[in-house]
């Protein structure tokens, strides 16, 4: 597979986090989280509360997911580093999203062990991400390359 992480430049960084703001918007309202109502302002929000300074905030890595074959990007991973208890780095994986039109090629699965790479030459001690739990063939891919649950979130609507 020719797939690579390549970073960002404010063009992509732009176009990236309009789309992103709405599909985690959306995502949300699917997974039965929030509102419709009110869900892209929140989805804002949270976009500008961990991405203050875009692409120049610190700790944030924001990459294209390109097939070199191809000569195209394919997709997008943003990757959150911070320091856990005890001085280790630790990364976060805010965004994985494959185009649909290259989806179910293997993409995804080669920018996580491209990401692993990367991980590992960072220093990260670990790498978390979140999963919605209506998104079945996304835990099937992360279960596949390792990755275990570490909670379940649950709520209760009243009224």
Known sequence: MSTQ????DEAD???FRETSISEYAQANIDAGR????A???RSREAYERLLPKGLKTPGQHLFNI?????GVDVGVLWLAV???PGGLPSGYVYDVAIYPPHRRQGHARAAFVALETLGREMGLAEIGL???WNNEGAQAL????????TGINMHKKLG
Do not use: C, I
């Open 5 to 8: 992480l390549r970073r960002m």
């Open 13 to 15: 960084y732009e176009r």
């Open 34 to 37: 929030w509102p419709v109502q």
């Open 39 to 41: 869900a892209l302002e």
């Open 66 to 70: 390109h097939d070199d074959l191809q």
């Open 82 to 84: 911070t320091e856990q």
């Open 130 to 132: 979140h999963v919605f």
């Open 142 to 149: 992360y279960r596949s390359l390792g990755y275990e649950p």
